[in-house]
């Protein structure tokens, strides 16, 4: 890979950013690997922050619907992905503390019923395991998984 003066990886990031969101570790990254001196990445980051080409709390909050509306992923996996980029503590306990277990349960309770029917167990107890493996597996924490079996037991009953 060519190794890019700071002007042209301003350019080159100003330009990616500007199609979708990334956080600072992934534009860091790229600099990294076009090996730009740590000044010049420095230089390069300060400006597209400041430029709000990026923004690490934006960049979470998409990244956060974009997870769970579309990968159907738990807040636990979402928070370990959040980790894994950099974003800061903060900002990921803010991110998704504006996710209400409402939402939550609206992405697994279907899930589960579908992972339900493809299923094969002996017993009840058994299918109740995988489901909880399942889920857990998905990043959803054990409450949430609870509410949703809770309600397919009741929703069993009354079938």
């Not at 300060?46 to 909050?61: F, S």
């Not at 992905?81 to 349960?105: C, F, M």
Request: hydrophobic share 35%; charged share 40%; glycine share 2%.
């Amino acid at each position: 890979m060519k190794q890019k003066t700071e002007q042209e990886a301003y350019l080159t990031l100003a330009s990616l950013c500007a199609q979708a969101e990334h956080c600072q570790y992934e534009m860091l990254e790229k600099m990294r690997r076009w090996e730009l001196s740590e000044e010049a990445q420095a230089q390069v980051m300060e400006r597209l922050v400041k430029e709000r080409y990026v923004d690490d709390e934006r960049y979470a909050r998409a990244f956060v619907k974009d997870k769970i509306r579309y990968n159907k992923w738990g807040c636990r996996k979402v928070e370990q992905a959040l980790w894994q980029k950099h974003i800061d503590e903060d900002i990921r306990q803010r991110v998704l503390s504006e996710i209400d277990d409402e939402e939550y349960l609206n992405v697994l309770r279907p899930l589960l019923k579908q992972k339900r029917k493809s299923t094969k167990a002996a017993d009840e107890y058994e299918t109740t395991r995988k489901l909880v493996r399942f889920a857990l597996s998905r990043g959803f924490t054990f409450d949430i998984i609870r509410q949703c079996l809770d309600v397919e037991d009741e929703d069993e009953l009354v079938d």
